[in-house]
Nanobody, 114 residues
Framework: QVRLVESGGGWVQPGGSLRLSCAVPASIFRVYVMDWYRQAPGKQRELVARISTRDDTTYEDSVKGRFTIFRDNAKNTVYLQMNSLKPEDTAVYYC????????WGQGTQVTVSS
């Protein structure tokens, strides 16, 4: 079964930074657009950032200028660099393909608080 494995979450104070990683099977990494989503308690999962196979990127408005999505082709890994974190960024973060077809992983928890 295909799996995507997210890692890199944790607790950070407001204004801090974290880098999330998503390990992707090579057969998927080469051909699919990749997304980062997040789901805060009591809220629906939302798309945060997207990167194409050509490294074109798009971002949800609230994270523009603070988050950066990028791919490492040698490691088949998609990253989400998160800077200037805010308490409202607290959520479980997930990666997936676009279109979404891989079963959702466990995600990685990001907690921003003082």
């Amino acid at each position: 079964q295909v799996r995507l494995v997210e890692s890199g979450g944790g607790w950070v104070q407001p204004g801090g930074s974290l880098r999330l990683s998503c390990a992707v099977p090579a057969s998927i990494f080469r051909v699919y657009v990749m997304d980062w989503y997040r789901q805060a308690p009591g809220k629906q999962r939302e798309l945060v950032a997207r990167i194409s196979t050509r490294d074109d990127t798009t971002y949800e408005d609230s994270v523009k200028g603070r988050f950066t999505i990028f791919r490492d082709n040698a490691k088949n890994t998609v990253y989400l660099q998160m800077n200037s974190l805010k308490p409202e960024d607290t959520a479980v973060y997930y990666c997936n393909t676009y279109p979404t077809w891989v079963p959702w992983g466990q995600g990685t928890q990001v907690t921003v608080s003082s």
